[in-house]
């Protein structure tokens, strides 16, 4: 995510930082995605807690073993002058089964006053899908 683009946040530049952060997922690169995360962000990812951007190296190294051919769509859902917020939609397939998934939710962002991403909440459902119903593809 581009941390030129600072808050108090337009219409314009939230969808600017939407579409930054959805090509930095798309990259799959921890290091890549982590770089738009304040040095002690807050994350809940569904179920898990944590903070810092090396815990977000983890668990996205993690996520990505896992989650195999991963494609995402960010949309922005609305904003005031420092928070975001979005809906998504994900499909990968899972790397021990082989099956594919849809995953959908929304994401809640609040941003530093230098444009990192101080607080993301995570809130995602996963369900099977066949591989002829994918709608994102790489």
Same mark, same amino acid.
């Given at each position: ?13 939230? @969808? ?12 799959? +690169?921890?290091?890549?995605?982590? @770089?738009?995360?304040?040095? +002690? ?23 990505? =073993?896992?989650? @195999? ?21 994900? =499909? ?33 459902? +996963? ?12």
């Amino acid at each position: 995510m581009s941390k030129d683009i600072r808050p108090p946040f337009t219409h314009e530049t939230a @969808l600017a930082k939407v579409k930054f952060a959805e090509d930095a997922w798309n990259s799959c +690169d921890p290091e890549r995605v982590a @770089l738009g995360y304040s040095i +002690d962000s807050n994350w809940r990812n569904r179920t898990e807690f944590f903070t810092g951007r090396e815990a977000i190296k983890v668990f996205l190294t993690r996520k990505w =073993e896992r989650e @195999l051919n991963y494609k995402l769509m960010k949309e922005l859902w609305c904003y005031t002058d420092n928070r975001i917020g979005v809906r998504f939609e994900y =499909e990968y397939q899972d790397a021990q089964t082989g099956q594919w998934m849809r995953c959908h939710g929304n994401e809640y962002w609040e941003f530093a006053d230098d444009g990192l991403m101080r607080r993301r909440e995570m809130t995602g459902n +996963d369900f099977p899908i066949e591989e002829s119903e994918r709608k994102y593809k790489k």
